[in-house]
Nanobody, 123 residues
Framework: QVQLVESGGGLVQAGGSLRLSCAASGRTFSSYAMGWFRQAPGKEREFVERISWSGGSASYADSVKGRFTISRDNAKSTVYLQKNSLKPENTAVYYC????????????????WGPGTQVTVSS
């Protein structure tokens, strides 16, 4: 089992920045690739970014490329999502998730999920 808890969400103006954190406990954090997803009201959960177990590779949704950056610190069992140039359409609950399946982007491929953190971007 892996327990995940997100933090760092909140209210920010358009154009602003936030850094989300996801702290893991339980099984060896460095064994898992990590992903960030988001879900806006009335919409399906969608992929944002993922990072490999070592942090050596990452992939991004086209909508966030160049504005969001994922990173991880295996010594702290934490993954981060730096969000810059935020837009109102980025408003959603953001979830981190862990997978043992490597480079995957579908929510169904992730084994463990955090409860989510709300990000609201005002115009």
């Amino acid at each position: 089992q892996v327990q995940l808890v997100e933090s760092g969400g909140g209210l920010v103006q358009a154009g602003g920045s936030l850094r989300l954190s996801c702290a893991a406990s339980g099984r060896t954090f460095s064994s898992y690739a990590m992903g960030w997803f988001r879900q806006a009201p009335g919409k399906e959960r969608e992929f944002v970014e993922r990072i490999s177990w070592s942090g050596g590779s990452a992939s991004y949704a086209d909508s966030v490329k160049g504005r969001f950056t994922i990173s991880r610190d295996n010594a702290k069992s934490t993954v981060y999502l730096q969000k810059n140039s935020l837009k109102p359409e980025n408003t959603a609950v953001y979830y981190c998730a862990a997978t043992s399946r490597g480079s995957v982007v579908l929510p169904i491929s992730y084994d463990y999920w955090g409860p989510g953190t709300q990000v609201t971007v005002s115009s």
